[in-house]
């Protein structure tokens, strides 16, 4: 129903900057919010930052306070990521998904709609 595509990934040194992005298509006005996950090798998937149901506030994880930014273009339909200030500990896959329901937007099972990830590593 929802088709997310993601792109921006790369190679950088510590303290430089990406620009992720997430085109969202299919059934999108069935979305309730988005957000920004990622996940290391061996370990689990992370919430990074989302929108709330109202689309105005935003909730970021305590990691990247400060040097993350989520922002959104309607009218394109996509969903961008600012990350600056990057750190060895930021290297991911990041995902960007679609909740459909209701809930804490912290929580990953309420997001029914995933990217297939982009690989962001970052070197010391």
């Known amino acids: 129903q929802v088709q997310l595509v993601e792109s921006g990934g790369g190679l950088v040194q510590a303290g430089n900057s990406l620009r992720l992005s997430c085109a969202a298509s299919?059934?999108?006005?069935?979305?309730?919010?988005m957000g920004w996950f990622r996940q290391a090798p061996g370990k689990e998937r992370e919430f990074v930052v989302a929108?709330?149901?109202?689309?105005?506030?935003?909730y970021y994880a305590d990691s990247v306070k400060g040097r993350f930014t989520i922002s959104r273009d309607n009218a394109k339909n996509t969903v961008s990521l600012q990350m600056n200030s990057l750190k060895p500990e930021d290297t991911a896959v990041y995902y960007c998904?679609?909740?459909?329901?209701?809930?804490?937007?912290?929580?990953?099972?309420?997001?029914?709609?995933w990217g297939q990830g982009t690989q962001v590593t970052v070197s010391s």
């Open positions: 998904a679609a909740r459909t329901r209701r809930g804490s937007v912290y929580s990953s099972e309420l997001y029914d709609f």
């Open positions: 299919g059934r999108t006005f069935s979305t309730i919010s």
């Open positions: 929108f709330d149901r109202s689309g105005v506030n935003i």
